[in-house]
């Protein structure tokens, strides 16, 4: 596949903004000594003086709640404390671009977004500035350090197209990138397995045809015949970062062109994930832009796309791919080693 999560915009959260201490902190401290003195020299009243300041210094030190304008996104993992937007969605496309980009992340970290009906996400979206969703998605964080995700990918290879989707099962870590990928029995290449490791070979994957045509695995090119026989991307191009820097990146060549950037707005759901679909239209097409058309399906509760849909000149669709899961997980040495007893290779 080609959809590579690599330019990586993951970002360490930083929720908690501890209360400062200040002239109030040091009058309470006075107080605490003023009730507790030296002078009280008793086993009880010295538990009473630790348990006042005890108090004192939880009630300073608990982080405020959310403010729903907060810059720095909570993982994409934890629960969010982020309080829905008070402006309503209607509203939203007379905000200025920043207050635009800040209602978006608030509406989707405190899951007021994917509460929308489908007519008000509509709406809501076409009344933005255009260049809020790109914003949107370029502050992110549109992955994860390291996760799990389930995939049905499609792609015309030599002009033809499968006749079912290959479903795969992919293990992503970053720093450095390393990835294993399963193709699961109900889809295409049922069996086949690969790991890449660019700690040990950069430019190289590790695997194994399936099926009955399961042979011993091998070392081969990321750009070698047997990769390119199966898919028009290299295997760092799995995972959602990929997609969101080539929207990012399609995006640069329309401004550089001068381009309209024609955009259709719709609520879809792809294989059960609902979803905002954008299709972008080009007036040049390939090889200018990566497809003349593509349909990019926005997830409800994260910066990133869940979904694709590419076309080329001819109208012709050249690929789909559908996230249906999305896991983050800590993954130990032993996930990206071929000698790992639970693989095949």
């Known amino acids: 596949m080609k959809h590579r999560l690599s330019a990586r915009s993951c970002r360490t959260p930083a929720f908690m903004r501890l209360a400062r201490f200040s002239p109030r902190t040091d009058g309470l401290r006075a107080s605490l000594f ?24 939880t009630a300073l030190a608990t982080p405020t709640a959310f403010a729903q304008n907060d810059d720095t996104p909570p993982a994409l993992d934890t629960a969010s404390a982020v309080k829905a937007p008070a402006t309503p969605s209607s509203q939203v496309g007379k905000l200025t671009l920043d207050q635009q980009v800040k209602w978006l992340r608030a509406a989707q970290q405190s899951g007021a977004l994917e509460k929308l009906g489908d007519a008000q996400l509509v709406a809501l979206f076409q009344s933005l ?8 998605v370029k502050e992110g964080p549109n992955g994860y350090p390291s996760y799990e995700f389930t995939m049905a990918r499609s792609e015309r ?26 193709w699961l029995p109900d889809g295409a290449r049922a069996g086949q397995e690969i790991i890449y490791d660019e700690s040990k070979r950069t430019d ?23 990769a390119r026989a199966q898919s028009n991307h290299q295997v760092r191009d799995l995972g959602t970062e990929y997609i969101a820097n080539q929207y990012l990146s399609e995006g640069k060549k329309y401004i550089e062109a001068g381009l309209p950037r024609s955009t259709q707005v719709e609520v879809k759901t792809i294989d059960g994930v609902r979803v905002v679909a954008f299709t972008f239209e080009t007036p040049t097409g390939q090889p200018q832009f990566y497809a003349k058309k593509e349909t990019l399906g926005l997830d409800l509760r994260h910066p990133y796309f869940r979904t694709v849909e590419s076309y080329d000149n001819d109208g012709k669709i050249f690929e789909k791919i559908v996230f249906e899961t999305i896991t983050p997980k800590t993954f130990d040495d032993s996930t990206f080693d071929p000698k790992n007893k639970a693989y095949k290779f």
């Not at 290879?157 to 006749?163: A, E, F, L, M, T």
């Open 204 to 226: 190289e994957m590790y695997g194994h045809l399936g099926g009955i045509m399961n042979v011993m695995p091998v070392w081969t090119s990321l750009k070698g015949a047997l």
């Open 129 to 136: 500035d255009p260049l809020a969703l790109p914003r949107y």
């Open 34 to 57: 003023t009730s507790f003195g030296v002078s009280s020299r008793s086993v009880r009243s010295r538990k009473l003086l630790i348990a006042a300041l005890m108090a004192g210094a």
């Open 157 to 182: 290879i030599h002009g033809q197209w499968p006749d079912k989707p290959d479903h795969m099962l992919v293990r992503v870590a970053h720093d450095p990138l390393r990835i294993y990928a399963k």
